[in-house]
C-alpha cells in the first residue's frame, strides 16, 4: 500500500462545478504539499500546509492530522484549471528531519466548457 | 526574476554516453533536488541537497551522481545513461526544509 494515496486518479467536470481531489496518507509528517502540473509539464506548488486550512484565489486546501487526509478544492472551476495536483508529504514529525517528500501519483483534473 | 534554470530541456543521446544537466537556481536557496517522472509512477527523488557541500541519496539514486560545489548550482550527472533512464526530469529548490518548492521546466531525456 502507497503512504500518500490521492483519489480520483482522473475527474471530468464541467466548468463552473465545485471540485474537490483527497490526499491520504499513513505515515506522521511534519508538512503537506499540493502542487499542480500543467499539460506543458512545468509543476508549480500551490500550498504547504501543516494544520488548519490555506487559501489562495479559488483554491482551498484542509488538512485534517488526527484524520491523516488533506483536501483541495477549486470553487467555480474554469478549463485553465485542467491539470494534474499532485500531493506531497514530508514524512517525519520534526520539520528539521531530511528533505525527503514522499509523492502522491497525483489527479488528472480535466474542466469541459 | 526568480527561477530554476534547468539546461537541456531535451536530450536525445546513446547509451553509455556520459552526461550531464545542469540547474541553477538565483533565489539563494539551500535545499536543491532533482526528481524523475515517468508514467504512472509519480515523482520520484534521486538526490537531494541542504547545503553546499552536503548531498545525500533520495529514493532512486542508482545511475546518477550530484555535486553542490556552490549554493547556485545543482548538476545532475549520468556517467554511463542507460536506457531505463529515459525519463522527464525536474531540479526544485527551496529556502528551506518545510518550505514550498520551486521547480525548473524539466529536462526531457531519451537513452538510446
Known amino acids: 500500500k502507497n503512504e500518500v494515496e490521492q483519489s480520483p486518479q482522473n475527474l471530468t467536470a464541467q466548468e463552473g462545478e465545485f471540485i474537490t481531489i483527497n490526499c491520504s496518507y499513513s505515515v506522521g509528517i511534519s508538512a503537506l504539499h499540493w502542487l499542480q502540473q500543467h499539460p506543458g509539464g512545468g509543476i508549480v506548488s500551490l500550498f504547504m500546509?501543516?494544520?488548519?486550512?490555506k487559501k489562495h484565489g479559488r483554491l482551498i486546501a484542509t488538512i485534517n492530522i488526527q484524520e491523516k487526509h488533506s483536501s483541495l478544492h477549486i470553487t467555480a472551476s474554469h478549463p485553465r484549471d485542467s491539470a494534474v495536483y499532485i500531493c506531497a508529504v514530508k514524512r517525519g514529525l520534526s520539520p528539521d528531519s531530511n528533505y525527503q517528500l514522499i509523492w502522491g501519483a497525483g489527479t488528472k483534473l480535466i474542466i469541459k466548457p | 526574476e526568480a527561477q530554476v534554470t534547468q539546461n537541456p530541456r531535451y536530450l536525445i543521446t546513446v547509451t553509455g554516453k556520459k552526461l550531464t544537466v545542469t540547474c541553477s537556481q538565483n533565489m539563494n536557496h539551500e535545499y536543491m533536488s532533482w526528481y524523475r517522472q515517468d508514467p504512472g509512477l509519480g515523482l520520484r527523488q534521486i538526490y537531494y541537497?541542504?547545503?553546499?557541500?552536503?548531498?545525500d541519496k533520495g529514493d532512486v539514486p542508482e545511475g546518477y551522481k550530484v555535486s553542490r560545489k556552490e549554493k547556485r548550482n545543482f548538476p545532475l550527472i549520468l556517467e554511463s545513461p542507460s536506457p531505463n533512464q529515459t525519463s522527464l526530469y525536474f531540479c526544485?529548490?527551496?529556502?528551506?526544509?518545510?518550505?514550498?518548492?520551486?521547480f525548473g521546466d524539466g529536462t526531457r531525456l531519451s537513452i538510446l
Open positions: 500546509l501543516s494544520s488548519g486550512k
Open positions: 541537497s541542504m547545503n553546499v557541500e552536503v548531498t
Open positions: 526544485a529548490s527551496s529556502l528551506s526544509n518545510t518550505a514550498p518548492q520551486h
